[in-house]
């Protein structure tokens, strides 16, 4: 169309709208803030719980912690977390004389209440698992121990026999509780696969009859049962009701 002088007359063409791409562009951004700030959060969280753990349990070093959950800031406003994951390292137990370090020391707390800004935990069940090396165990030995299967491990070691020099071996089968701790039962010994009668059990008192306290567990867990597997001895633990304190 043009006017009554010609001259063509030039529409504008309306501009589209770009508030919608606009709007979704900024509800993006804020969902990323929040999860960057939920983890933020989480990474502090898991910091703090760790030293509380450290100095109320008096570990040797800080705890790996992990808190699961997500999102982690509606646990935190309410101070209720369903599991909470502590993975201690450097523990010793037993006497001073044969200390027993443990690989590691694997705690999952459930229904875990926090309070007084991670000073406080309390947790209704716990499971755990500490874990055990054979030359871990060797050293408290004081002699190589190496898996035998069937739920044994097996000693080596010269011992007499009729006045001569023979290399014996004895497997025995590991037996925890936290009140007699770490023992060894059940021992059969053998030179070159025969069976020896059973005062030869007496040469490997001094490796299988040491027991080894398990009492000062951390974590206020006991002892329920010990696992003998290829690659060590792994100890389970449970509890109930528990409370720790940062002093």
């Known amino acids: 169309m043009s006017h009554p002088g010609g001259a063509p007359t030039l529409y504008a063409r309306p501009r589209r709208r770009r508030w919608p791409l606009r709007l979704l562009i900024a509800?993006?951004?804020l969902v990323l803030l929040a999860v960057a700030a939920d983890r933020?959060?989480?990474v502090v969280a898991e910091r703090l719980a760790a030293d509380a753990f450290?100095?109320?349990?008096?570990?040797?070093r800080r705890p790996s912690v992990s808190i699961a959950g997500f999102p982690f800031l509606t646990q935190f406003a309410s101070g209720d977390y369903d599991n909470v994951h502590v993975d201690a390292a450097g523990?010793?137990?037993g006497h001073a004389d044969h200390?027993?370090?443990l690989s590691n020391l694997d705690v999952h707390l459930h229904d875990v209440v926090v309070t007084n800004r991670y000073h406080d935990f309390h947790a209704r069940t716990a499971?755990?698992?500490?874990?055990?090396t054979y030359p871990q165990l060797s050293k408290t030995l004081g002699t190589r121990i190496r898996y035998a299967g069937s739920g044994r491990i097996r000693a080596s070691k010269t011992v007499q026999v009729f006045g001569r020099s023979v290399t014996a071996s004895a497997s025995a089968v590991p037996r925890a509780s936290s009140a007699h701790g770490l023992t060894f039962q059940d021992i059969h010994v053998?030179?070159?696969g025969i069976s020896l009668p059973s005062e030869v059990n007496q040469a490997f008192d001094a490796v299988f009859a040491i027991p080894i306290p398990l009492g000062n567990l951390p974590f206020g867990i006991t002892v329920q049962r010990v696992e003998t597997t290829s690659t060590g001895i792994v100890i389970h633990l449970a509890g109930s009701d528990l409370s720790y304190r940062r002093a």
Do not use: K
């Open 54 to 60: 450290q100095h109320s349990q008096n570990l040797p």
């Open 40 to 42: 933020v959060a989480l």
């Open 190 to 192: 053998s030179v070159v």
């Open 127 to 132: 499971q755990a698992a500490a874990r055990v």
């Open 27 to 29: 509800l993006v951004v």
């Open 99 to 101: 200390p027993l370090r």
């Open 91 to 93: 523990l010793v137990l």
